[in-house]
Every structure is written in C-alpha cells, then in structure tokens.
Nanobody
Framework: QVQLVESGGGLVQPGGSLRLSCTAS????????MSWYRQAPGTEREMVAV????????NYADSVKGRFIISRDNGKNTVYMQMNSLRPEDTAVYYC???????????WGQGTQVTVSS
C-alpha cells in the first residue's frame, strides 16, 4: 500500500532552521507532484510548497517565500523542505502530500510537528 512517512520535525527557536523529509513507498514517485501542507490548531490545512513530478517547477505560499525551499530526489523517493528563519507562526503539523500528475490519486502522510518557540 502507499505510505508517505515524514520526519525532521521538532522544537526550534525563532530564527532557526529545520529540514523536513518525506519518503514515499508503494507508488511511482516520479509520476507524482509533491507538496507540503501545514495545519495549526484551530485553522484549516494550508498549502505551503509544491514541486512538480520532475522537479522543474516549484510554488510557495506567500508567507514562506524566501524562507522555505522544497526539493525532491526521485532516486530516493523523497521530498524535502528546508525551512529557514523560522517564526512562531510557522508552528503547525506539517503534512506531505502526493498528487498524481496525470490522475486524481492523492495521498497524505501522517504529519510531523514543528514548534517554533523560545
């Protein structure tokens, strides 16, 4: 079955950095656009960053532009998100998402907690 496993979350001070990873199994990774979403308590889940199946194009939420970088390694079935200059408002559960590039198939990871606090 399809699995998306996130890792790399944790507690970090404001201004610090974290690198999230999401490793996929059970699907043809190269045929999926990959995204990171986040959800803070009491809010709706929002898209943070997306990368196309081949990695040639990315897009970011305005709130993270210039601070977060999404990338992927299709040889390792893994998508990453480098998060720099973290702010308390970045605190949320971060989820990995896989969307079929030519299909409606869509999968979610279980989420990883990121807490930015002094």
């Amino acid at each position: 079955q399809v699995q998306l496993v996130e890792s790399g979350g944790g507690l970090v001070q404001p201004g610090g950095s974290l690198r999230l990873s999401c490793t996929a199994s059970g699907l043809p990774f190269r045929r999926y656009a990959m995204s990171w979403y986040r959800q803070a308590p009491g809010t709706e889940r929002e898209m943070v960053a997306v990368i196309t199946s081949g990695g040639g194009s990315t897009n970011y939420a305005d709130s993270v532009k210039g601070r977060f970088i999404i990338s992927r390694d299709n040889g390792k079935n893994t998508v990453y998100m480098q998060m720099n200059s973290l702010r308390p408002e970045d605190t949320a559960v971060y989820y990995c998402n896989a969307q079929g590039a030519l299909s409606s198939l869509n999968y979610w990871g279980q989420g990883t907690q990121v807490t930015v606090s002094s």
